[in-house]
C-alpha cells in the first residue's frame, strides 16, 4: 500500500475528515503545514494537497512538493487552483452553481471522459457530482477523467510534465465532508483515498 502524507492546515473540516478512521487508515501521516520544511518525504509515495489551504504557506513550500513530485512521486491536489501552482493546466474559474439540482431536468453539466480508467472502479460519477468551481485546460494532452460537456476537465492526471504524477481536482470533498453537507463527498472520499493506496494510476 501507498504512504500517503496529507498537508494538514489543523482546520476544523480537514481535521474530521482525515482524522475519520475509515480515512485515516490510508493516511500514514497529517503534515502540519506551518512546519512542512522540517518534514522528510522521502517515506512517502503519495503527498495529498487539499483545498482550503494558506496559499501563502503553500507556495512558500512549493519548492519541496515541486521536488518531492519530479522524484517520480505522487502529488494529488484537490479544489480550485487560483494560484498557479502547478505551472501549464490553466485553471479556468467558473461560476459555481451550489443548486442546480433543483431545476427541472437538472444536469450536472459532467462527464466520465475515459471510463475504463481504474478510478472507476472505486468511484461513479455520481459519487464525483456536487458542483465545481472551475475546470483546467492542460497544455499537454494529459489523461482527463471527468469533464465539463463542451468545456475543460475537472480532474485528470498529469505524467508528461514532471518526472512524477501530477493528479488534479477542481472538487473540494474533504471541505464539504468535514463541515457535514453534500453526501456525495463522502462516497467520493470512499473510493478516492483506497485508490490512492492501491489502485492502478
Do not use: C
Amino acid at each position: 500500500m501507498r504512504k500517503i502524507g496529507v498537508l494538514y492546515s489543523g482546520s476544523s473540516h480537514q481535521y474530521r475528515t482525515f482524522t475519520e478512521p475509515k480515512y485515516r487508515q490510508y493516511l500514514a501521516e497529517l503534515l502540519y503545514l506551518p512546519t512542512f520544511d522540517e518534514v522528510d518525504l522521502n517515506g512517502f509515495d503519495v503527498l495529498l494537497v487539499p483545498s482550503q489551504l494558506h496559499r501563502e504557506l503553500v507556495t512558500q513550500h512549493l519548492p519541496k512538493i515541486h521536488a518531492f513530485l519530479n522524484s517520480g512521486k505522487i502529488v494529488m491536489a484537490l479544489g480550485a487552483q487560483h494560484n498557479p501552482w502547478f505551472s501549464g493546466h490553466n485553471w479556468e474559474t467558473r461560476p459555481t452553481n451550489f443548486w442546480w439540482w433543483l431545476e427541472p431536468g437538472a444536469k450536472s453539466g459532467l462527464m466520465v471522459k475515459t471510463p475504463t480508467h481504474d478510478l472507476f472502479r472505486y468511484i461513479t460519477l455520481n459519487d464525483a457530482t456536487w458542483h465545481y468551481h472551475g475546470v483546467f485546460f492542460p497544455q499537454q494532452e494529459e489523461e482527463s477523467l471527468i469533464e465539463v460537456e463542451n468545456d475543460g476537465s475537472i480532474f485528470f492526471i498529469d505524467k508528461k510534465s514532471t518526472g512524477g504524477t501530477l493528479i488534479l481536482t477542481t472538487l473540494d470533498p474533504e471541505y464539504h465532508y468535514g463541515s457535514y453537507f453534500m453526501p456525495a463527498t463522502e462516497r467520493f472520499l470512499n473510493g478516492v483515498l483506497p485508490w490512492l493506496a492501491e489502485g492502478v494510476i
